[in-house]
């Protein structure tokens, strides 16, 4: 597979043209007059909620380009905050470099403090729920499903955003509804089960699994529910080679894993600062992230 390589790493924007708003694990957000934000999509990583001291070339680009194949694929179940407008238009010329193939100018929407999360497999946190309980974030499942096995149904299992550093939060359905009310719950679950199934039946046509994901939604001023953020990238996302899939082991999977599985030998409490990545494991993740983004939508990176 061919790497590209013309692009150097951003570990962080400067961008002076804008004001920064706040940067996230992995985004950099900008206000574009009142009523916009340039989102810019770093090459940082996070790992047990812990930033990385090193950029993953590309990676930033790779999410970007998924993000927006997906948003494009799925916006007639459900409008999404992009705007169309070229991020280039909105910075300073001398900082086009910055935003180029990573950025998105999008709606200023009020956040939805739940992370709608859908789940077709049980795997991760779900698994280890099930074992102990027999069902996962409040969700009664059948007896004796085994690690990676597909669910009878996707299941919602809404989760609390979390302050930076911390961890979301599993919530169950009644609490999200006590949080945001009924009808925006009922909404947001019946939309957040369609976006999953369609995604997870094109990409059983690419041959990658999707065992689960999660959505973020904001509202406008009007109310209009919106999909923002990402959207089913290798981030919010567990995708697995369908030809490397088998019940009960954790398929390999398309994301993080070379990192979180190195860092599992490493000595460290999960607490910033984090180990110094080696070179191997940067250029593998990199390769990863730019597998996923070909053999889900057919594309090299632009």
Known sequence: ???????????????????????????????????????????????????????????????NQMADFWFAKLSHIVPNHNTGIDPATVVAADEADQVKGRAVVVKRLEPILVEAVVRGYLAGSGWKDYQAT???????????????????????????????????????????????????????????????KEAAEYAATRGIIIADTKFEFGLDTRGELFLMDEVLTADSSRFW????????????????????????????????????????????????YEEALQRLTGQSLA
């Not at 499903?145 to 809404?158: G, H, M, R, S």
């Not at 460290?268 to 990199?286: E, F, N, Q, S």
Request: glycine residues 8%.
């Open 1 to 63: 597979m061919t790497m590209s390589t013309s692009h150097s790493p951003l570990y962080e924007s400067t961008l002076k043209s804008l004001p920064l708003l706040g940067r996230g694990k992995v985004r950099d957000n900008y206000a574009v007059g009142n009523d916009k934000l340039l989102i810019v999509t770093t090459d940082r990583l996070s790992a047990f909620d812990v930033i990385m001291g090193e950029p993953i070339p590309n990676k930033g680009r790779v999410l």
């Open 134 to 196: 027999g069902s996962v974030c409040g969700v009664t499942l059948p007896p004796g499903l085994k690690n990676a096995e597909k669910l009878p149904e996707p299941i919602f299992t809404p989760a609390a955003k979390a302050e930076m550093g911390h961890h979301d939060e599993n919530i169950t359905y009644d609490e999200m509804e006590r949080r945001i009310g009924t009808e925006l719950s009922a909404t947001i679950r019946e939309i957040s089960i369609k976006l999953y």
């Open 241 to 288: 080679p369908a030809d490397g899939y088998q019940v009960g082991t954790n398929p390999p999977s398309f994301d993080k894993q070379f990192v979180r599985d190195w860092l599992e030998t490493q000595s460290w409490g999960k607490t910033p600062p984090a180990p110094k990545l080696p070179d191997d494991v940067i250029a593998k993740t990199a390769e990863k």
